[in-house]
């Protein structure tokens, strides 16, 4: 029978720790640099609201 690797699943769960914490830290700067996409600058509702001069006023 084959004796177990310890040293490689340590290892192994360290660099998934690692990404895991990785991950986390990625999500937590990201969610304060960027801010909600959510609703568009009052100039581009504005724009979206008015017809454009291509559009045959009805």
Do not use: H, S
């Amino acid at each position: 029978m084959a004796k177990p690797n310890y040293a490689f699943a340590k290892r192994q769960r360290d660099i998934a720790k690692k990404q895991k914490a990785e991950e986390k830290r990625l999500r937590k700067t990201g969610a304060q640099q960027e801010p909600a996409p959510e609703e568009p600058p009052p100039q581009q509702q504005q724009a979206a609201d008015e017809p454009t001069p291509a559009e045959p006023a009805a």
